[in-house]
């Protein structure tokens, strides 16, 4: 178990990868939430900024079977299953994926869980789909939430493009019933420290 502070290689991944041009071409609205290339690059800020207290902590044995990383929202910490996970599109993807996670805490917002865990795999497919790995989403997610990422980035070419009621529906139905999510509202704990 090792824990990774702002100054640390890793940490200068996540901020990279976060600045990275495939992760600044996501952006969309999702009912009254919306995510923007800019609050990527905002967290990549906050993770510089040695007063935020956020850490990685590698650590495989504190997540379950086959989860790469998460984040923790009441300690302000990425859990990642090895010091290599962003070195590979499928673990770069689940990365960006917890970063939405960090960004609705940043935020300090409350949440559907069913509506942010929706946000956040919307955003993980469009990443894939920017870095032509497509392949990798769709050997571990389902092929709809591909689909609808698809859409969604092509109908914002030139604007902020809205994730459609059925849409939206469709994704939180998947997310209930394909990861076993179930409705409730999240409270934050006072976003970033």
């Known amino acids: 178990m090792t824990v990774y502070h702002q100054n640390d290689p890793i940490m200068a991944?996540?901020?990279?990868?976060?600045?990275?041009?495939?992760?600044?071409?996501?952006?969309?609205?999702?009912?009254?939430?919306?995510?923007?290339?800019?609050?990527?690059?905002?967290?990549?800020?906050?993770?510089?900024?040695?007063?935020?207290?956020?850490?990685?902590?590698?650590?495989?044995?504190?997540?379950?079977?086959?989860?790469?990383?998460?984040?923790?929202?009441?300690?302000?910490?990425?859990?990642?299953?090895?010091?290599?996970?962003?070195?590979?599109p499928r673990g770069r993807g689940i990365v960006v994926h917890e970063s939405v996670h960090a960004i609705f805490d940043l935020r300090d917002s409350i949440s559907m869980d069913l509506a942010e865990e929706s946000i956040t795999f919307l955003a993980e497919a469009w990443y894939c789909v920017e870095i032509g790995a497509e392949a990798d989403f769709l050997a571990h997610e389902a092929h709809r939430i591909l689909d609808i990422a698809k859409a969604v980035r092509a109908r914002g070419r030139s604007t902020i493009p809205e994730v459609t009621l059925s849409e939206r529906i469709e994704l939180r139905r998947i997310v209930r019933k394909r990861y076993d999510y179930s409705p409730g509202l999240s409270r934050r704990g006072g976003g970033f420290k």
């Open 13 to 88: 991944e996540l901020r990279s990868l976060l600045v990275s041009p495939p992760v600044q071409k996501i952006q969309f609205r999702f009912g009254t939430f919306q995510l923007l290339s800019l609050d990527f690059r905002h967290l990549a800020q906050r993770l510089a900024d040695p007063s935020s207290r956020v850490s990685i902590l590698v650590d495989p044995s504190a997540l379950k079977a086959n989860v790469l990383a998460k984040y923790k929202p009441a300690i302000n910490q990425f859990v990642f299953a090895s010091d290599t996970v962003m070195r590979t």
